[in-house]
C-alpha cells in the first residue's frame, strides 16, 4: 500500500483470470507504478488526473493499461 492507501486495479475486459489480476497488481505495487511519484512527469510537472498510458500482454492477449495514482484499469485494444 503505497503512502497507506489501497491500490486497486480494475478488468473493464472481465477475461482475465483473478490470479493473473492478483498478480499484476502485487507487481505493480512491487515496482512502485502507484502514489504520487509514480506520476510525476519527465518536465517536473506533477498532473495527479491524468493516467500513464501503456499496454501488457497476458498470455497472447494484448491490453490497455491506464495507471491512476492509486488505481489501474486494464481494456481491449
Given at each position: 500500500m503505497p503512502n497507506g492507501k489501497a491500490c486497486q486495479l480494475y478488468?473493464?475486459?472481465?477475461?482475465?483470470?483473478?490470479?493473473?489480476?492478483?498478480?499484476?497488481?502485487?507487481q505493480l505495487v512491487a515496482?512502485?507504478?502507484?502514489?504520487?511519484?509514480?506520476?510525476?512527469?519527465?518536465?517536473?510537472i506533477i498532473n495527479l488526473d491524468k493516467p500513464k498510458l501503456s499496454h501488457i500482454q497476458i498470455k497472447d492477449d494484448l491490453y490497455r493499461?491506464?495507471?491512476?495514482?492509486?488505481?489501474?484499469i486494464i481494456e481491449s485494444f
Open positions: 478488468d473493464n475486459t472481465a477475461s482475465i483470470p483473478a490470479p493473473e489480476l492478483e498478480s499484476l497488481l502485487a515496482d512502485k507504478h502507484f502514489g504520487i511519484n509514480a506520476l510525476s512527469s519527465s518536465d517536473g493499461l491506464y495507471l491512476y495514482r492509486y488505481h489501474a
